[in-house]
């Protein structure tokens, strides 16, 4: 292989239309190999003849795309101080584009012998049982695209697996099912449009590996939560049989949903790696530069500090780090045109010398970036490590998954004592989390449910996981995901067990969107999908998981899809700004009263059996009516998480407003119940209900 020094950068492997350059960073390396795999898998290597600082790279004028490739890299071995260099094991290249095969688990691809891990090193070459990197052109006629760069006020959020959302979908082409391409199907698209949400959050899409200990126990890491290659998508989500077609693929599939209006978000994973912990593969970073990539225990540089519980922690305190997740996220936006990211685990990604720092340099080389400050950047504010909760802590540009919304809006629907108060501050934005640091309350992305955990369905017919088949002794997973105990668990047909649990379903979902902040569904809940009690179902690549399109919940489906218009259509659900209680006597912003139709005292939210409150929410702001639909719209919530009905009276400053009822979560029907209030003073809301008042302006 002809092989000319080339240039340090741009790191990975660059096609420039003639030729490809190819660069890959390590400090301890004294030589790196690329090596070159034909067809049936032949090796050539070569030097990389290049090296400028920890940078190794070369130029190939004869290799183009849909060239096959994989690194190696000769420094020291020696794990007590931190350094795993193994010429015998191939690499992938960090910035690789696209992976061609899988990891075929074997004891060549680890750096000891099974049968004495403290020994020598294991000299077995992993090449046989590696994927390889690929070559790929980056040309692709993107036409008129543009992102939506829909609002944070006008976002509605639906977190979503690539598979699991069209693997049973009776419109798609079989060879669509469980793809990129079948995700961007106009029978999808179609659903995604009429359901009224503005964004999709997919389950991790970069490259991603099946650990064996699932493998062995016929199981799949179905989440995706064990990156390995942070610029390539994941290829088993494509339907393309052609050498790096999942690119293209994915491409299109982006292109499609901002075609319809529908913004792309990538639940992403740089705090961790797929090569687990000191006893774990070598695959790519390990062999690298061990200690440039991971953080190592300090004084035992053999262990990993584990911020994770996956058995690693990538170093965001390294340039070369922090260099591999800049270019990673800039990449998925300007050459994918994805428009946000959600970061797993996102406190480990700001720890500097071991705790959360919110003056860390990953921070500030995020704000300061021209580009992914222009994007929807999303954190989950909590690891597993030392003051790793820290929801409410993040920067200002930063919106966070409200893990206390969906903690206290569960305990209050499913009747706990003492916690109307909480409620009402999840209701209304989080303000106690998030204005005293002059951030928005879109910076409150809001849930019930997510991926992890229990679906909706289950939610409310389950009071504890049902893991059995993860092969964990039902050991696995949160058993405090309670909701409210309907006294029986799973299938049922006793008729009043499954009209209570449609409307616990309602109670959560209309809480969801009626709420300040940005609303995040987990698909499938407005259909009722159900995991069967898994409420930890990540190694679940099948019928548990995937979204069983035969067995929809038109009711709910109509439900869901209404509130969602309710919501798009009236702003004061979708406030840009914090409500100002009391800032006008004859016209405040939000006002609470009890159900006899008195405001609500400061006592009053502390008595541990207060369940039912009733809410008034302004249509009308004088900062913000320029931007709003309809002016002069509304309303008045009326909460009712008690087992008994109450008679709630309309207050007497409200009285003068005409009020129609436009929703009861009581009611057995799709459409929403409309009835004029003119006249009347009381109105009886059910147990465990909510009711909605619309103003006549």
Known sequence: MDLRPGVPHPLGAHYDGSGTNFAVASSVADRVWLCRFDPDGREDRSLLPGRTGSVFHGYAPDLHPGTRYGFRVRGPYDPEL??????????????????????????????????????????????????????????????LDRPPRTSWADTVIYELHVKGFTARHPGLPAELRGTYAGL????????????????????????????ANLLEKGLRNY?????????????????????????????????????????????????????????????????????????????????????????????????????????SLRYWVEEMHVDGFRFDLATVLAREEHHFDLGAGFFDIVQQDPVLRQT?????????????????????????????????????W????????????????????YEHAHRPP???????????????????????????????????????NRSWNCGVEGDTEDADVLALRSQQSRNFIATLLLS??????????????????????????????????????EALLAFTQQLLELRRRNPAFRRPTWFHPGLSRSHPDIEWYRSDGQPMEPDDWELPYAKSVAVF?????????????????????????SHEDVLFTIPNVLDRWGWTQILDTSAKHREFKRRSMRRRRHLECHARSMTLLASAT
């Open 82 to 143: 931190g350094h795993r260099c193994n010429p015998h094991k191939l690499l992938l290249d960090p910035y690789a584009r696209c992976l061609d095969g899988r990891v075929r688990w074997n004891e060549a691809l680890f750096s000891y012998r099974f049968d004495d891990p403290d020994g020598p090193v294991n000299t077995q070459d992993s090449a046989p049982f590696m994927p390889k990197a690929r070559v790929v052109d980056p040309f692709f006629d993107w036409g």
């Open 184 to 211: 961007a199907h106009p029978a999808v698209v179609e659903h995604l449009v009429q359901l009224g949400i503005t964004a999709v959050e997919l389950l991790p899409v970069h490259a991603f590996v099946h650990p």
């Open 223 to 327: 989440w995706g939560y064990d990156s390995i290659g942070y610029f390539a998508p994941h290829a088993e989500y494509s339907r393309s049989r052609r050498a790096g077609g999942e690119v293209n693929e994915f491409k299109q599939m982006v292109k499609d949903l901002h075609a319809a209006g529908i913004e792309v978000l990538l639940d992403v994973v740089y705090n961790h790696t797929a090569e687990g912990n000191h006893l774990g593969p070598t695959l790519c970073f390990r062999g690298l530069d061990n200690h440039m990539y991971y953080r190592t225990v300090e004084g035992q540089a053999r262990y990993y500090m584990d911020y994770t519980g996956c058995g690693n922690s990538l170093d965001t305190r390294s340039p070369f780090v922090l260099q591999l997740i800049m270019d």
């Open 376 to 412: 929807k950047l999303i954190a989950e504010p909590w690891d597993v490590g030392e003051g790793g909760y820290q929801v409410g802590g993040f920067p200002t540009y930063w919106s966070e998954w409200n893990g206390a919304f969906r903690d206290h809006v569960r305990d209050f």
């Open 414 to 433: 499913r009747g706990q004592e003492g916690t109307l108060g909480l409620f009402a501050k999840r209701l209304t934005g989080s303000a106690d989390l």
């Open 442 to 480: 879109q910076a409150s992305i809001n849930f019930v449910t997510a991926h992890d955990g229990f679906t909706l369905r289950d939610l409310v017919s389950y009071n504890h996981r049902h893991n059995e088949a993860n092969g964990e002794d039902n050991q696995d997973g949160d058993e405090h």
């Open 516 to 553: 300040h902040g940005v609303p995040m569904l987990l698909a499938g809940d407005e259909m009722g999908r159900t995991q069967g009690g898994n409420n930890n179902a990540y190694c679940q690549d099948n019928e548990v998981s995937w979204v069983d399109w035969s067995a929809k919940d």
């Open 617 to 641: 929410m302004s249509g009308e702001s004088a900062e913000d009516s320029k931007e709003w639909t309809e002016p002069g719209r509304s309303f008045l919530l009326l909460i009712n998480a």
